[in-house]
């Protein structure tokens, strides 16, 4: 049984970080990629970051290139998106999901709750 577990959100000022974690069970690194999402009120959910091949690959979408960091920590089962230079723009719930297609898309197969991100100007 597929579990991924996301914490790490929380109220921070503009300019601020934080660091969200992924915690997954039941699957194996290797066979998934694994993605950040985030769906802000009144917008559709778009793919943040993803990882593949436990770490060796990723990628992040171009608004917050230079400012996120997607990274895995194999030997824990977590992989952690590293928020710098928030803006509030980045305001979001922002979820973790794992697809067995190791594709970097909107309908991952697996879904873990979100945690809300809130950056105040």
């Known amino acids: 049984d597929v579990q991924l577990q996301a914490f790490g959100g929380g109220l921070v000022q503009a300019g601020g970080s934080l660091r969200l974690s992924c915690a997954a069970s039941?699957?194996?690194?290797?066979?998934?990629?694994i993605g950040w999402h985030r769906q802000a009120p009144g917008k559709e959910r778009e793919v943040v970051a993803c990882i593949y091949s436990s770490g060796s690959s990723s990628y992040v979408i171009e608004s917050v290139k230079g400012r996120f960091t997607i990274a895995a920590d194999n030997a824990k089962n977590t992989v952690y998106l590293q928020m710098n230079s928030l803006k509030p723009e980045d305001t979001a719930v922002y979820y973790c999901?794992?697809?067995?297609?190791?594709?970097?898309?909107?309908?991952?197969?697996?879904w873990g709750k979100g945690t809300q991100v809130t950056v105040s100007s």
């Open positions: 039941g699957i194996t690194f290797d066979d998934y990629a």
């Open positions: 999901a794992a697809d067995s297609l190791v594709l970097c898309r909107d309908d991952m197969d697996h």
